[in-house]
């Protein structure tokens, strides 16, 4: 299982906000590239980088500091936030993105995202599966789909994705566990869908009964920021 850490950005700075809420949020460092580094030097390999700015302004805003990243570290970066058309989506790639994450418009406009997966490979457009009470939230996770979590990765499935980030809003930034149960009835329902966990891991033992359920990755973030995850433990992992 891939144990990919998290910087979410607001003003350039790295920041965790809780269930997604901007009037909830916590600065944790005002340099990315060094936490980045960081996590390099820890032995990491991948890192989920979230625009927040970029998410509420519909378009990236902080692809320089992706640039910044992906210039002076050698993670295999995937990028979200704002992408809504082919050109953000290619200004991200040119920027060091290995990968990006389509989210709301993935629900608002599946024909284009259809459109990124053909155009640039389904290696390189992941599917953000953000949900509360088991079904889809967009625009920043402000509004809630009637599509069910479940339905959304059937259908992506279907026109070629592979994997999928499944976000629990409710859990995310509150350090308290992850949404097991979610994540189990999911690998039984697309068990051909590579699925990263992300929301709420909060302790080691949590990223093992992720490992357990047979989830692909574990996107975990504001656990290292608080030190409820340490380095050393991650270590073990890599």
């Known amino acids: 299982m891939e144990i990919i850490p998290a910087i979410d950005l607001i003003g350039g700075q790295c920041v965790r906000l809780t269930e997604g809420d901007f009037a909830q949020q916590t600065t944790y460092d005002a340099d ?13 390999k991948r890192l989920h ?8 302004a519909r378009q990236p805003v902080n692809l320089p500091v992706l640039e910044s990243i992906a210039r002076h570290t050698r993670l295999v970066i995937d990028f979200g936030g704002g992408l809504q058309s082919e050109q953000a989506v290619r200004q991200a790639f040119d920027a060091g ?4 994450t ?3 418009i ?17 290696e390189r457009i992941l599917l953000g599966a953000d949900f509360r009470d088991n079904h889809i939230s967009i625009n920043a996770w402000a509004e809630q789909s009637e599509r069910t979590v479940a339905e959304f990765i059937r259908e992506y499935v279907v026109q070629g994705a592979t994997t999928f980030v499944c976000t629990d809003v409710s859990k995310d930034g509150k350090l308290q566990g992850p949404s097991l149960a979610t994540y189990r009835a999911l690998r039984e329902q697309v068990p051909t869908a590579r699925l990263v966990a992300s929301g709420g891991v909060t302790t080691m033992a949590d990223v093992e009964a992720l490992r357990e359920v ?6 975990i973030g504001k656990a290292i920021y ?9 270590r073990k992992l890599l």
């Not at 980088?49 to 509420?56: K, T």
């Not at 993105?97 to 990006?100: E, F, G, H, N």
């Not at 047979?214 to 996107?219: N, T």
């Open 32 to 44: 990315p590239l060094a936490v980045a580094q960081r996590f390099e030097a820890a032995g990491v």
């Open 49 to 56: 980088l979230v625009d927040l700015d970029g998410a509420r």
């Open 97 to 100: 993105a290995a990968q990006v």
């Open 102 to 104: 389509a989210g709301s």
């Open 106 to 122: 993935a629900v608002r406009e599946p024909e284009t995202v259809r459109q990124w997966l053909h155009t640039f490979g389904p």
């Open 214 to 219: 047979g989830m692909h990755g574990a996107i």
């Open 226 to 234: 608080e030190g409820t995850i340490s380095f050393a433990e991650l």
